[in-house]
């Protein structure tokens, strides 16, 4: 009897260990280079079980083939492709764009999965289409007053709260500044999240959204299996967190468009059509609709919340954490912001905030240090043969790219890591390659936002430099370590630094 049981338990081992590898030799037989995959994981063990961040695990298989175009990954059973070569990356997420016009990161599609950053490439181009005039110059320079103002009662609280310490954690800092900006610029509420020190309806959905879940793991080792089953990352309180929002800004403006032109004065504008409509680019129809339901509007609602304030919050603390560890940086910055507000009548306008010149190359080469959104990914709509290579992608199959990977590989910046903002000099920057900066995307479904995210950013830090400085504190780390568990990159244990009062 026991010699049954134990042939029983041997085939079943046996049968199982074949299930969970019957994939591995797939890019091994197609000449495609890569790690060795282990059982039930793929090659996201590290990832899964909470040891690295995701961003640092795609970083670590870049590295580890620098003479190769593309590297053979795998999640849990299910084949992916690394793109490590520039020009490669160009065809797939430029050139080529209508082959891997998916991101392939969509979720249930009831719920908050029809918004514009996880919807499929039909449905992102009629929501892209429709919210790219928020984001106009125009649209632009209106907002500055809103975050000058929301900058300004910045200023004083931390002007408060350094009269009683002088070292902070900055992330959670300006968390209140993007919260207030976002709500006003998008959602025109008069939230006063800054100086209110609790927020905890904010730091509750904040931390759902941004804290992976076990479901969110399944996801990234069976891509695509929470759109198939219709299953919703979020537990029901964030849904009817952003229902209500929307609920409570149309009621406040009895239904219509005001003159405000934000984010919901162009959903009232469209919920009067009830459908969005544009063209289709896949087989079938000739065109897509969308009902402008509930629904969909708190879902467009979703992304923009998550867009405008996490990213916002974790740039902005890099960006001060980088400029406590370069001091001379930090001076630099001070005499620019200096500089332009005396230019400007201490007024910060959106040309005073153009000519931040200075500034805005830190900004760009904190976002080259610290990229927020690991890894980029696309999912083939068709079988796409990669050029100049005998390398096939197949309809479905998801390509990767790791811009923590590229943004910090020699061959595009010498000495990357070191922090140096003249790599972002007209001079330096002309011959670089497009896809050597990824911070945002590139091609045509990069961020939509990046152009508010910049301007939110610029507004607070040059107005925290006119009153204050930053130092490295007894607890500041001398290296960034990456949260395990976000998808946004964040720093482990929060950033905290000494702000300095400046003599003026």
């Not at 004083?156 to 300006?174: A, G, N």
């Not at 468009?257 to 000739?286: A, H, S, V, Y």
């Not at 990914?377 to 923590?404: E, F, H």
Request: aromatic fraction near 12%.
């Amino acid at each position: 009897m026991l010699i049954y049981i134990l042939i029983a338990l041997t085939s079943i081992c046996y049968f199982w260990y074949y299930y969970l590898t019957r994939t591995f030799n797939y890019w091994k037989s197609r000449n495609v280079v890569g790690p060795k995959p282990v059982p039930l994981f793929g090659n996201l063990q590290d990832s899964s079980l909470r040891r690295k961040n995701i961003g640092v695990v795609f970083k670590d298989i870049y590295n580890a083939y620098p003479n190769e175009k593309v590297v053979g990954v795998f999640r849990m059973t299910t084949p992916c492709l690394l793109l490590r070569d520039l020009d490669v990356i160009k065809h797939v997420l430029i050139k080529d764009f209508d082959y891997f016009s998916d991101r392939g990161v969509s979720f249930g599609e009831k719920g908050l999965g029809n918004n514009l950053f996880h919807s499929d490439s039909d449905m992102w181009r009629v929501l892209r289409n429709r919210f790219t005039p928020i984001f106009t110059t125009g649209k632009l320079k209106n907002m500055v007053y809103l975050l000058s103002k929301s900058g300004d009662k910045f200023i004083e609280l931390v002007d408060d709260i350094c009269q009683k310490q002088k070292e902070h954690e900055v992330h959670s800092l300006v968390q209140k500044y993007t919260m207030a900006t976002i709500s006003a610029c998008a959602f025109g509420l008069e939230v006063d999240t800054i100086s209110d020190t609790h927020n905890s309806i904010f730091t509750k959905i904040d931390n759902i959204i941004f804290t992976p879940t076990y479901i969110d793991e399944i996801d990234m080792m069976y891509p695509g299996v929470l759109r198939k089953l219709n299953i919703d990352p979020f537990p029901k309180e964030v849904p009817e967190f952003f229902e209500q929002l929307v609920k409570t800004v149309i009621e406040q403006r009895n239904g219509k468009p005001t003159d405000r032109k934000d984010f919901m004065d162009l959903i009232l504008k469209l919920r009067e059509d009830r459908k969005l409509q544009g063209p289709k680019r896949t087989e079938g129809k000739n065109e897509t609709s969308l009902e402008l339901t509930d629904d969909v509007i708190a879902a467009q609602a979703f992304v923009f919340y998550a867009a405008g304030y996490e990213t916002s919050a974790s740039t902005m603390a890099f960006m001060l954490y980088a400029l406590a560890k370069n001091p001379d940086v930090q001076n630099k910055v001070i005499a620019e912001v200096d500089r332009v507000l005396e230019k400007y009548d201490g007024r910060l306008s959106f040309e005073a905030l153009t000519d931040l010149k200075y500034m805005e190359k830190v900004f760009n080469e904190t976002l080259r240090f610290y990229p927020l959104v690991e890894p980029l990914q696309r999912n083939a709509k068709r079988d796409y043969k990669i050029p100049r290579m005998n390398v096939t992608v197949r309809k479905g199959q998801m390509v990767l790219i790791s811009p923590l990977g590229i943004q910090h590989d020699e061959k595009y910046y010498p000495n990357p890591e070191k922090f140096d903002p003249e790599r972002f000099s007209s001079e330096n920057s002309s011959g670089r390659h497009a896809c050597a900066y990824l911070a945002f995307g590139t091609g045509p479904r990069n961020c939509i936002g990046m152009r508010f995210a910049k301007l939110q950013s610029l507004v607070c830090i040059a107005k925290f430099f006119s009153k204050f400085r930053v130092e490295p504190s007894k607890r500041t780390l001398p290296a960034m370590r990456f949260v395990p568990k976000r998808f946004i990159m964040a720093h482990e244990g929060g950033i905290h630094l000494n702000i300095i009062p400046r003599s003026i």
